[in-house]
C-alpha cells in the first residue's frame, strides 16, 4: 500500500525540486544579454522606494527598470547620519567611482539645499552624506544579486536592506547605469 503512495507524491517532489533550482538560477544568475547601447540621450533617473526600482530613462522615454535595495530603514525620508534611510527628493549625480567595496559608485548630491534647511529646522546637525547608487564587491555579486531580487519581487525590501541609505543594484545593472550616465545626471527618488 505504501508503494503508489510514494510513487504518487514523486511527481510532486521532483516539481517542487526543479521549481526550486529554477529560482535560485533566476536569482543568482546575471541576465543573459541585455545590451547596453553605446549612449543615452538626455539621461535621467528615478527610484521608486516602494516599488525597489530603479528607472533610466533616455531622451525622455523608459530605457529600462532595475531592481534595486535600500537601507535597513526603507520607509521614510532620510533625516539625519545614520539612520540607514534613503533620501527621498531631487538630487544629481555628483561623482562617480570604482572601488573594490562598491563595484561602481555614482554619488549622489546628498544633502542638497532643502534636506539642509530641514535638518536645521529639526535641530539635526548631521543630516549625513555619502549616499550614491552603487554595486558590491565582486565575491559577494551573486549574493547580493539574489537579494535584490528577491526582495524587489516580493516586498521584503520595504522592511530591509543592507545599505545604510544607499541605492544598491546588482554589479552588472550598475555598470549599465554608470557608463551611460554622466556626472549632472538629474535623479528623483520618490517614496
Known sequence: MTRPRLLAKR?????????????????????????????????????????????????????????????????????????????EGVYRIASKSESERFYRFLGISYPGPEDLARAKKNGIDKPGGGIGIHGTKPKLAALARAWIRLSSATGLGQVWGPTDGCIGLANEDVVVIYALVPVGTKVTIKP
Open 11 to 87: 511527481p510532486i517532489l521532483l516539481a517542487t525540486l526543479v521549481l526550486a533550482a529554477v529560482a535560485l538560477l533566476v536569482l543568482f544568475l546575471p541576465p543573459s544579454s541585455l545590451a547596453t547601447p553605446a549612449s543615452c540621450n538626455k539621461p535621467e533617473i528615478v527610484i521608486r522606494k516602494k516599488d525597489a526600482a530603479l528607472d533610466l530613462h533616455c531622451g525622455g522615454k523608459l530605457f529600462r527598470t532595475f531592481s534595486a535595495t535600500f537601507g535597513a530603514q526603507p520607509v521614510g525620508q532620510k533625516e539625519r547620519e545614520g539612520d540607514e534611510r534613503t533620501p
